[in-house]
């Protein structure tokens, strides 16, 4: 079965320093993958997606994030954290030719000051 | 509207209770979704309709669940006899095209269900 994992519940960081948040998968051929920002009280944010082709993919916000087939990895990296980007990110994939996305339980970013 | 949305925000509800949660997607999206978010875990798959049609229920979990779209666009959770278990932030996401094509989701904001 397919699986998700974010090994990192909690990171700190200091603003202007750089993030990279981990996610694993399990899956046996190349799946869809995501990463998604959840900010208090606001809904799933898409930060961006990987289907095919370049492996480093961009995303807003300035994040990007690197698909690893070798490793089953889809890190999510930003080189300069901004105090706006507190929030709670989640790794996510969809295997191809089904409907169901899993997501992983989280990663919750506090930004110091 | 620009976004989606879900109705009510906040539910509390006596265990036993019956519930409906709502969701309106992006007007003219196909494909709608919903997810059961427990505290301090990453949304977990309920259920996808393709239109009105519902191609997918397997992660409802139990036949307590069950969601409709009769006309292709509103969405409705219910939930009978609400167990304690319940207690999650249930979202609804909707994206524009159907079947298995590799599309952004669009979150709404969630309905918080407390059962007490």
């Known amino acids: 079965a397919q699986s998700v994992t974010q090994p990192d519940i909690h990171i700190t960081v200091s603003e202007g320093a750089s993030l990279e948040l981990r996610c694993n998968y399990s899956?046996?051929?190349?799946?869809?993958l995501f990463w998604y920002v959840q900010s208090p009280g606001q809904g799933l944010q898409l930060l961006l997606k990987?289907?095919?082709?370049?492996?480093l993919v961009q995303g807003i916000k300035g994040f990007e994030a690197e698909f690893k087939r070798s490793q089953s990895s889809f890190n999510l990296r930003k080189p300069s954290v901004h105090w706006s980007d507190a929030a709670e990110y989640f790794c996510a994939v969809r295997a191809s030719g089904t409907y169901k996305y899993i997501f992983g339980t989280g990663t919750r970013l506090k930004v110091l000051a | 509207g620009a976004g989606v949305s879900q109705s009510p925000r906040y539910k509390v509800a006596k265990r036993g209770q019956d519930v409906a949660l709502r969701c309106d997607p992006i007007?003219?999206?196909?494909?709608l979704f919903w997810y059961q978010q427990a505290l301090g875990q990453g949304p977990e798959f309920l259920t996808y309709?393709?239109?009105?049609?519902?191609?997918?229920k397997s992660g409802l979990p139990s036949d307590r669940f069950f969601a409709e779209r009769p006309e292709g666009s509103v969405s409705t959770l219910k939930i009978q006899r609400t167990q304690q278990e319940d207690s999650a932030v249930y979202l609804c996401?909707?994206?524009?095209?159907?079947?298995?094509?590799?599309?952004?989701?669009?979150f709404g904001p969630g309905t918080r269900l407390l059962v007490l």
């Open positions: 990987y289907f095919s082709g370049d492996t």
């Open positions: 309709f393709q239109n009105e049609a519902q191609l997918d």
């Open positions: 007007s003219g999206h196909v494909s």
């Open positions: 899956y046996g051929a190349t799946p869809y």
């Open positions: 996401a909707s994206s524009r095209r159907g079947g298995l094509e590799q599309e952004t989701q669009y």
